[in-house]
C-alpha cells in the first residue's frame, strides 16, 4: 500500500524552470516507461510469453492451437516490431480479452473504474475538509490535551492495515449489529432515488475507512504545515490587528496550509486508490480492487496488465491536474 | 515549553523502539514461544481454549503459533527490502548529489518517475509473474521503495556541499572522498535512519497487502498471509474474530513503533522541524 509513509512528504524535485510544459513532458515520459513496462514485463518474466499474454484460461483454451495463437499475437517476430503492434492496439483499444469475465479486457476495466472512483473521490475532499478542521485544531492548541489526544488517535488509525480496520468495522456494524449490508455496492431492483439510496447504503463503510487512511496522511501535513505558518509575521500582524482567533486561522493560516495539501493529494493519489483497492475486497465493491483480487486468482495476465496501465494513467492525471491547480491556490507561484 | 517538548518525544520515541524491540525478540525466540509446531495439524476451527489460546484454523492449525511464528516472517521481509531499498537510495543519491550535470538530471528523472508509478499494482503484475517467494518479494519491494531515500539524500548532499565549512575544505585541497566520509555522511546518516524506519515499515505494510491479496508465500506464513487464509477460508464471514483480528493488530503496532521511532529521530536531526515545535 503505502508507497510513501512519511509524515513529512518529500518535497517535489522542482527544476527552476519548471513551467507547465516541462511538467507535461515529464508525464509524458513517465507514461512511455509504464507502456514499456507493461510491454516488457510478460515477454522478459519467467514462464511462457505466450501465457503471461492471454492469462491461464486463455492459455488452456487455446487447446492445440497454441502455435497459431502465438503467431496471431505476433510474439514469433523480433520485439521491436512486436512494441510497434503493442502501441496500436493499445491506441485503438485492443487491450486483450478477458477470460475470466468473458469479455475484452477494455470493457470489463471500465465497468469498474467508475464504481472504484465513485468510492476514491468523494473521499479524498471528505478527507481533505476532516483533517483541515482537525490538524487546524490540533496546530492551533499545540501541546494541549486536544492535540495530544487529536496526534496520537490519528496515529493509531494511520498504523492500522485499513483493509484490517474494514473488516474490523464490517464485523461489528455489519455481522453484529446488522446497520449496514454485507458486501457489494447494491441489493439491485431499484431504480432512481431508491437506487442512489440504497448505493449510499452500501458505500458508507468503505467510504469511512478509506476517507479515514488519507485522512490520517492529511492530517500530519496540516498539523505540520499550520505549525510552521503560526510563526510567521503576517500571522502576527493579523493576531495584532485584533482578528479573532476563528478569522486569523481560518483566512490566514489554513488558506496557505492548504495549498501542499492539494500537491501532496496528487502525490498520494496512487496510494490511495491501491488502498482503496484493498478496502473494495473486503466489501466486494464492484471497482478494480475485486476485478484485480479476482484476476489474481484467475491469473487473467491481460486483466492484471491493463489495471496496472489503467491505474498509473489515473495517477499521471492527478499530478498533472494538481500542477495546474497549484497556482490558483498559492499566488506567491503565479 | 523547550525541554518538555523534547523530553516528551523523545519518551515516544522510546516507547516506539522498546514495542518494536518487543515484536524482534518474540520473532527471535519464537521456536521457544509458540506453543506448538505451527505446521502440525489438530482439530479444525477449534474455539480458544487453554489448550489452543487463539483456537485453531481451517487446517487445524495452532493459530497463536502462526501468529509468533510468522512475525519472523513479516519483520524480515520488512527488514531486508527496508535495507534493500534505503542502500539503493543512498547510492543514487550520493551519486546525483555529488556527480550533478547529466548523471544527476537522468538519475532525478527515473527518481521521479518511481515514485509516481503506483506501486501496488506494479507489484501485484511482477509478483504474479515471478510467482511466490520470501525473496522475490524483497526483492521487488527493495526495487520499489528506494526513491524518497534517494531524493533526500541528494538534497541533503547538495546543501551540504553548498556550505561555507565544506567550500573551505575544499579551497584547502580535501577531495570528494575526504569530504563524503568527513561532511556529507555524518549530515546524512540521521536522515538516512529515520527514512530506513519508515521504509521498513512501507515494506511490511506492502508484504501484508500483497499476502493478503493472495500472493504470498505459502511456505513461510506472514501475518499478512493469515489474514489472507481467514479472510479467503470462511474465518471472516464465520465472525472468527480471534483469527484476523490479531495478525492485523500486530502488523498495526509494529508500524505504530516504527513510525514513533521515525519522528523521533527526524525531530533531533531537522533544525527546522525542533524549532516549529518549540514554538
Same mark, same amino acid.
Given at each position: 500500500?503505502?508507497a ?23 508525464y509524458l515520459?513517465a507514461?512511455?516507461?509504464?507502456v ?16 503471461n499474454?492471454v ?9 492445440g ?25 493499445l ?25 472504484t472512483?465513485?468510492?476514491?473521490l ?6 481533505a ?18 492535540d ?14 485499513h ?10 456494524f ?15 431492483g431499484?431504480?432512481?432515488?431508491p ?16 476517507t479515514?487512511f488519507?485522512?490520517?496522511?492529511? @492530517? ?10 503560526l ?6 500582524m493579523?493576531q ?9 486561522? @481560518? ?8 495549498a ?9 493519489f ?18 478494480m480492487g475485486?476485478?484485480?483480487y479476482d ?17 498509473a ?22 | 515549553?523547550?525541554l518538555?517538548?523534547?523530553v ?5 520515541a ?22 506448538h ?14 489448550m ?22 513479516s ?10 531499498a534505503?542502500?539503493?537510495?543512498v547510492?543514487?543519491g550520493l ?14 528523472g ?30 521487488i ?13 541528494r ?16 579551497a ?17 546518516l540521521?536522515?538516512v ?30 501475518w ?31 508500524i ?22 518549540d514554538?
Open positions: 500500500m503505502a510513501e509513509t512519511s509524515a513529512v512528504p518529500a518535497q517535489r524535485h522542482e527544476h527552476p524552470s519548471a513551467t507547465l510544459a516541462s511538467r507535461a513532458a515529464r515520459a507514461l512511455f516507461i509504464i514499456s513496462l507493461n510491454f516488457l514485463l510478460p515477454r522478459l518474466m519467467p514462464g511462457d510469453p505466450l501465457m499474454l492469462g491461464e484460461e486463455g492459455y488452456y483454451a487455446a487447446g492451437a497454441l502455435d497459431e495463437l502465438r503467431s496471431e499475437l505476433g510474439l514469433d517476430e523480433p520485439l521491436p516490431v512486436q512494441y510497434g503492434r503493442y502501441l496500436r492496439g491506441l485503438s483499444g485492443d487491450w486483450g480479452y478477458s477470460y475470466l469475465y468473458l469479455r475484452p479486457v477494455r470493457d470489463a476495466i471500465a465497468l469498474h473504474l467508475r464504481w472512483l465513485a468510492l476514491v468523494p473521499s479524498i475532499i471528505i478527507a475538509l476532516l483533517a483541515a478542521v482537525l490538524g487546524g485544531l490540533a496546530a492551533w492548541r499545540r501541546g494541549s490535551r486536544t495530544i489526544g487529536l496526534s496520537a488517535g490519528n496515529l493509531l488509525v494511520y498504523a492500522m492495515p483493509y484490517w480496520l474494514a473488516m474490523l468495522l464490517l464485523f461489528v455489519s455481522f453484529r449489529l446488522g446497520w449496514f449490508p454485507l458486501g457489494r455496492a447494491t441489493s439491485g431499484a431504480t432512481d432515488l437506487y442512489l439510496l440504497d448505493v449510499g447504503w452500501h458505500m458508507l463503510l468503505p467510504l469511512v475507512v478509506i479515514a488519507k485522512a490520517t496522511y492529511d @492530517f500530519l501535513i496540516v498539523r505540520n504545515s499550520v505549525v510552521s505558518i510563526g510567521e509575521d503576517y500571522v502576527l493579523a495584532a490587528k485584533g482578528l479573532s482567533a476563528a478569522s486569523v486561522l @481560518f483566512r490566514h493560516v489554513l488558506r496557505n496550509a492548504l501542499p495539501l492539494v500537491t501532496v493529494t496528487a502525490i498520494q496512487g496510494m490511495v486508490l491501491s488502498g482503496a483497492l484493498l478496502v473494495e475486497v473486503v466489501f466486494s465493491w464492484p471497482g475485486t476485478l484485480i484476476a489474481i486468482g484467475a491469473r487473467d495476465y491481460p486483466l492484471l496488465q491493463a489495471a496496472f496501465l489503467i491505474i494513467v489515473c495517477v499521471l492525471l492527478a499530478n498533472f491536474i494538481a500542477d495546474v491547480l497549484y497556482p490558483l491556490l498559492d499566488p506567491r507561484t503565479r | 515549553m523547550q518538555t517538548e523534547h516528551r518525544h523523545n519518551h515516544v522510546l516507547a516506539g523502539a522498546v514495542l518494536f524491540a518487543a515484536f524482534v525478540l518474540a520473532a527471535a525466540l519464537a521456536p521457544l514461544l509458540a506453543p509446531d505451527p505446521w502440525a495439524h489438530f482439530k479444525p476451527f477449534l474455539l480458544p481454549s487453554t489452543h489460546l487463539l483456537g485453531t484454523d481451517d487446517v487445524g492449525r495452532d493459530i497463536l503459533s502462526e501468529l509468533v511464528t510468522g512475525a519472523r516472517v519483520l524480515s521481509v520488512g527488514l531486508f527490502s527496508g535495507a534493500l534505503v542502500s539503493f537510495g547510492l543514487v551519486l546525483a548529489g555529488f556527480r550533478r550535470g547529466r548523471l544527476d538530471e537522468l538519475l532525478m527515473l527518481t521521479d518517475v518511481v515514485l509516481v508509478i503506483p506501486a501496488l499494482p506494479l507489484v501485484i503484475l511482477v509478483s504474479v509473474y515471478l510467482g511466490p517467494g520470501l525473496w522475490h518479494t524483497v526483492l519491494l527493495g526495487l520499489v521503495f528506494w526513491p524518497s531515500t534517494a531524493r533526500v539524500v538534497s541533503q548532499v547538495l546543501s551540504v556541499r553548498q556550505s561555507g565549512y565544506v567550500e573551505a575544505a575544499r584547502l585541497g580535501a577531495g570528494d572522498g575526504w569530504l563524503m566520509r568527513r561532511h556529507v555522511l555524518p549530515n546524512v540521521p536522515l535512519l529515520a527514512k530506513f524506519v519508515l521504509t521498513v515499515a512501507a515494506a511490511m505494510l506492502m508484504e501484508a497487502s500483497l499476502s493478503f491479496l493472495g500472493l504470498g508465500d505459502p511456505l513461510a506464513k506472514s499478512g498471509m493469515m489474514l489472507h487464509y481467514a479472510f479467503a477460508r470462511g474465518g471472516f464471514i464465520n465472525e472468527l474474530w480471534w483469527w484476523y483480528l490479531p495478525p492485523g493488530l500486530c502488523i498495526g503496532l509494529c505504530f513503533a516504527l513510525t514513533l521511532v521515525s519522528f523521533g529521530i527526524e525531530e533531533r536531526s531537522d533544525p527546522r522541524l525542533r524549532r516549529a515545535l514554538r
